[in-house]
C-alpha cells in the first residue's frame, strides 16, 4: 500500500489505495473506459450502486431503467471492471469495484467541487 499525493485538489493523502504496475494501453482501451463513465445510463447505475450494492430488480426500480437494457448496461460495466458482481442464492448483486473505481469517484468528487464552474451556484 502506498500513500499518494494529489496536492492539486487539495487532497494531502489518500491511503490504502492499490498502486498497480502501468500496463501499456491502447487509446482504444481510454476510449472505451471513459465511454463507461460517460454513458447516462450506465452514470445512473454507477450513481445507484455508489450509495449500495444492489440485484438487478433493485437497480431497476432506482434507475427506472428497463431490465434488458440494465443487463446491457451492466454486462458493459462488468467488462471494464467497474461493477463487480457476487451471487447471493438466486440473485446476482452487483457492486462497485471497491479497489479503484469507488477512491477514482472520490477524487472526481472532490474534483467535481473545487474546480468545476457550473457546480458552483
Known amino acids: 500500500m502506498s500513500e499518494i499525493s494529489y496536492k492539486f485538489l487539495g487532497i494531502s493523502k489518500i491511503k490504502n489505495?492499490?498502486?498497480?504496475?502501468?500496463?501499456?494501453c491502447?487509446?482504444?482501451t481510454y476510449h472505451i473506459f471513459f465511454r463507461n463513465?460517460?454513458?447516462?445510463v450506465k452514470t445512473r447505475i454507477i450513481?445507484?450502486?455508489?450509495?449500495?450494492?444492489?440485484?438487478?430488480?433493485?437497480?431497476?426500480?432506482?434507475?427506472?431503467i428497463e431490465q434488458s437494457k440494465l443487463s446491457h448496461a451492466l454486462s458493459s460495466l462488468r467488462n471494464c471492471n467497474i461493477v463487480n458482481v457476487k451471487q447471493k442464492g438466486k440473485e446476482?448483486?452487483?457492486?462497485?469495484n471497491?479497489?479503484?473505481i469507488i477512491p477514482m469517484l472520490k477524487i472526481i468528487d472532490k474534483h467535481k467541487?473545487?474546480?468545476?464552474?457550473?457546480?458552483?451556484?
Do not use: D
Open 17 to 24: 489505495i492499490k498502486i498497480f504496475k502501468m500496463k501499456k
Open 26 to 28: 491502447s487509446g482504444n
Open 37 to 40: 463513465l460517460a454513458n447516462p
Open 47 to 64: 450513481s445507484a450502486l455508489k450509495e449500495k450494492e444492489m440485484c438487478v430488480n433493485e437497480l431497476s426500480k432506482k434507475t427506472r
Open 92 to 96: 446476482r448483486i452487483y457492486h462497485l
Open 98 to 100: 471497491k479497489n479503484t
Open 113 to 121: 467541487c473545487k474546480f468545476c464552474k457550473y457546480n458552483k451556484k
